[in-house]
């Protein structure tokens, strides 16, 4: 992905540094599962994450208030802001050198179809992207919020990295990969995906009454993945049990004349589930 990511001998490790973010905030599960298995791929691991849940943020900066960072350890950083911010205070100020790659997530949900526009899983990824670091969002569908199977990116993460850090891009590139409801002894592959639309039944504006007689409001979004049909949809693709990675940021990502495209075969026909 980039001139120090990728090239490597045996056994070395792929990166140098890695930047570690989310969207659920710093305590969540999915990016303390993330920061110990970013050791397998880099010399130097940070994690720099917002305080609060920070879904559906999107790219959105904190421009009007001053941003606080709380030092957990030496490698462990929350802010008081969005995904992006953390991104861009991780990449300026906190990481001691160049980052070679930025993961974000992995993110409690699927970030597939429209909701990738809102993701703030995503729009780390994006603004990293945006200022030449190559970034990958991460995110653990479920059907049950009490039965997440984390161990989908726990077993696959490395493996997928591997393979895209090996490629020649056109430009800086922002993927984004989604791990189907399924434990991972029954993910049956993993597949290059494009984009869906029409995900996003409707909008509710939920109006409340405060005590004091004031308006107030609740967002949410009401889904119907089921009109998403098309083959090689993501959505499609996590039907099949497949793991769904897709470029956010090229149309055709890969350099003209590319000896290395990523297909997940070594990935497919034996898992890696250690």
Known sequence: MSSQAGA?????????RILITNDDGIHAIG?????ELAWRLADDVYLVAPEQDC??????????TPLRVQAYDKHRFGVNGTPADCVLVGLKDIVAGPVDLVLSGIN???NVGDAVNFSGTL???KVAAQFGVPAIGLSQAFKHPEQIYWDNGVAFTAPIVHQLLGCQWQKTPCINVNF???PAHEVEGISWCEGSEGSIRNVLVDKRTDPRNRHYFWLDFEHDYKQVTA???DIATMRRRHIAVQCLNQANPFSTGTAVVPDFKDYTTEMPYD
């Open 8 to 16: 490597t001998n045996a056994g070395q490790k792929p990166c140098r």
């Open 31 to 35: 990016i303390n599962k993330l920061y």
């Open 55 to 64: 879904s559906g943020q999107a790219q959105s900066l904190t421009l009007h």
């Open 108 to 110: 409690r949900g699927a």
């Open 123 to 125: 729009g780390a990824a």
């Open 180 to 182: 189907p409801a399924v």
């Open 231 to 233: 083959v090689e949809t």
